[in-house]
């Protein structure tokens, strides 16, 4: 009854978090060849592109005395790199500081860094898995799509996946009704275009 009474309390309705990859997307590296790998992410689903400020300055991101524009765009394309499509930003704040910043600016967060290095930097802005934007982590060396936050509600098991075709790596899925091979009902609830009213009652219903 408690299940039925669940699904009845399902309502129609348009729900904006039905995003799939057309999400609004902030790839975030560190390292030199994290951003290559960035870019490739960037390359197959978009997004916005943040690297530290100082690959700028020392050429690594493209030459720190260019003599044009086209300088600029030739030695980055020499890298693999993309800094001319106007979705490329500099970190310019403590690097913590900036993740909060844009954290409730983006539908998901692609962190091309240690898992570490992201748990630490989210972990003072983490809120609600109806709110929290999915969080995705892949390692420098581009072998693993971690679904790290907001794997069903937020989307970061399906980007995860995506972000991992891309790559050609494994992606890293360990919520609970994936891992036993089933759709969680709030993944079914998102691809059907449903409300969900009574959100407490999904972890005893999941649970069945």
């Not at 309502?11 to 870019?39: E, F, P, Q």
């Not at 500099?90 to 570490?116: D, S, W």
């Not at 936050?149 to 980007?159: D, I, R, T, V």
């Amino acid at each position: 009854m408690r299940f039925l009474a669940f699904m009845i309390s399902i309502l129609v309705m348009d729900i904006d978090r039905s995003r799939g990859i057309n999400m609004k997307v902030a790839i975030i590296a560190i390292t030199r060849n994290g951003i290559k790998v960035a870019n490739k992410i960037q390359a197959g689903i978009g997004g916005d592109v943040y690297i530290p400020q100082r690959f700028y300055k020392r050429g690594k991101f493209g030459p720190e005395n260019a003599n044009s524009q086209r300088d600029q765009e030739n030695a980055n394309q020499q890298q693999g790199l993309n800094a001319y499509t106007g979705k490329v930003y500099t970190i310019k704040a403590p690097f913590i500081e900036f993740v909060h910043r844009i954290f409730p600016k983006y539908n998901a967060l692609i962190f091309v860094t240690a898992t570490g290095i992201a748990v630490r930097s989210i972990a003072g802005v983490v809120w609600d898995k109806r709110s929290d934007p999915a969080v995705v982590v892949v390692d420098e060396q581009a072998r693993y799509a971690i679904s790290l936050l907001s794997g069903h509600f937020g989307g970061a098991n399906e980007l995860a996946s995506e972000v991992a075709k891309i790559l050609d790596c494994m992606p890293i899925i360990t919520t609970a009704s994936d891992a036993q091979g089933f759709e969680g009902i709030d993944v079914l609830a998102k691809k059907l275009g449903l409300y969900m009213d009574n959100f407490i009652d999904l972890k005893r219903v999941s649970a069945c």
